[in-house]
């Protein structure tokens, strides 16, 4: 079995993280394109959601906007993509919900 295979993110997104149908497919759709870097701890939390491993990029630290912005792993990381992706379209964004 593929971990990266979109039908079985979706799955853990339903019936692990508790996501609408909806919003897990959309979630599986942007994982399918996570930066390279990211991609092992996207796939180590998606086997165990217990690891949460920490990334910093841009001088933002994927656990600490977890805990400042009370935000889901997965959203930090698809936020830490962008950043990877965008940095000029996400830092102000980011740092707008930055307590």
Not at 36 to 47: G, H, V
Not at 64 to 72: L, W
Request: hydrophobic share 40%; with cysteine; proline share 3%.
């Amino acid at each position: 079995m593929n971990i990266m295979d979109k039908n079985n993110v979706t799955k853990v997104l339903t019936e692990r993280e508790g996501y609408t149908q909806k919003r897990a497919v959309l979630l599986a759709n942007e994982c399918q394109n996570i930066s390279e870097e990211l991609l092992p701890l996207f796939e180590k939390w998606l086997q165990d959601a217990s690891v949460k491993e920490d990334f910093t990029v841009q001088g933002y630290s994927l656990l600490n906007m977890m805990q400042q912005r009370e935000m889901h792993y997965l959203a930090a990381l698809l936020d830490m993509d962008w950043l990877i992706k965008e940095p000029e379209k996400a830092k102000p964004v980011i740092d707008s919900f930055m307590k």
